[in-house]
Nanobody
């Protein structure tokens, strides 16, 4: 059973930067998996942010974060990361790491029930 654990959330001012991490444990993630990040603001639905194939070859971003966020994989650490720059008020919320057996487009268009594995989330808040 794959387990995901997010870390790195916190309070940050608009325009600031933050790095989120997601550690994979408990099971094996194969090259056919896609991993990535969704986020959920209070009162809103969970929305796609960024994804990366476990091979690290392909990435995909939502239009609202492209150019500001970067998703990457740590091969030695069995983690994925989300580097967030120029943070805006609309970026705040709980960030969830997900893993799914399927192509990257399926991950990006998936709902909460479609994704195979989720972490418990890490909170990003506005300190300004």
């Amino acid at each position: 059973q794959v387990q995901l654990a997010e870390s790195g959330g916190g309070s940050v001012q608009a325009g600031g930067s933050l790095r989120l991490s997601c550690k994979v444990s408990g099971g094996r993630v194969y090259s056919s998996y896609t991993m990535g990040w969704f986020r959920q603001a209070p009162g809103a639905e969970r929305e796609f942010v960024a994804a990366i194939t476990w091979s690290g070859i392909s990435t995909l971003y939502s239009s609202s974060v492209e150019g500001r966020f970067t998703v990457s994989r740590g091969y030695a650490t069995n983690e994925i990361y989300l580097d967030m720059n120029d943070l805006k008020a609309e970026d705040m919320g709980v960030y969830y790491c997900g893993a799914n057996r399927g192509v990257i487009q399926e991950f990006a268009s998936g709902t909460e029930d479609d994704i195979d594995y989720w972490g418990k989330g890490t909170l990003v808040t506005d300190s300004s």
